[in-house]
């Protein structure tokens, strides 16, 4: 991992052209729309680009720590962002998301995701409430089954929650690739908002069965892991970003592996994540400018299937 970052901070150093140019000016993103797209279910348009925060936010929160992550909150908001996700399952990120969102401007944006990760509707009633508590929000907007644990005895309480406004959207996740064939099932019998996957550059198998389906049922899709984990940035360490990129506004390689991934017809945001304020100010820039159609995708699938 902090081998991964270091390297990233090589690549910040080489921001050329359009991308820094619009980071750095004043009001950039105040003046700009940033790029979004339709939750299927509702209507309600989101940012293409979250943020995650499973290790990055599990930091604690301590003084030290809430200083040093208040900038990369900032600036998410400052760029656009709103959609936030979290778990229990991550340490203390929902405890440090709680204190930060005080201290930030433009909070009031907020699209509030996190998870139920526990066995038994009891026990995940008492794990959701105390999400809320340490998050301070009146309600989540989106409530997740992590990874499908006890997915089918979590429904009925989420979908009571939901009718009864103590939730607005209901979810399901997995990630790292697994789990396939039975989230297809649980989307096939399931009327979910949103479902949560990994998916990118690195991982395109759900084009086969999962986008498609997700399409059909009308549910907004949300990219995990968009980064491997930062293994992308090894895959690439030290090439060119290649002519086309200028073509979508990406000045750097965490913009095209991000543009890739929200410019999937059935995908409706990624949510990479950093505990860095200039890593962040990088992945925002995907928040804006054009996004590939299909047929520079497919030059954009083959340039990195070759290096």
Known sequence: MVKRMTQRRRFLQGLTGLGLALALEPGFAAERAPLSKPIPSSGERIPVIGVGSWLTFDSGASAGALDRLQPVLQTFFDNGGRLIDSSPMYGTAERVIGELLPRVKGKEA???????????????????????KLWGVPRFDLMQIHNMLDWEGHLDVLREMKREGRLRYIGITTSHGRRHDE????????????????????????????LPLAAERRMAVIANR??????????????????????????????????????????????????????MLENMGANFGRLPDAALRRRMAQHFDSL
């Open 110 to 132: 907020l699209f509030a995701a996190t998870k139920v990760w526990i066995y038994g509707q009891a026990l995940g009633r008492r794990q959701m409430e105390a999400s809320r």
């Open 183 to 210: 989230l297809l099932q649980a989307m096939q019998k399931t009327d979910f908002d949103f479902v949560q996957f990994t998916y990118g550059l690195h991982d395109r198998e759900p084009e086969r069965r999962l």
């Open 226 to 279: 968009p980064f491997d984990g930062g293994a992308l940035f090894d895959r690439v360490r030290g090439k060119p970003l290649p002519g086309w990129a200028a073509e979508i506004d990406c000045a750097n390689w965490a913009q095209v592996f991000l543009k890739f991934a929200v410019s999937h017809p059935a995908v409706t945001c990624a949510i990479p994540a950093t505990s860095n304020p200039a890593h």
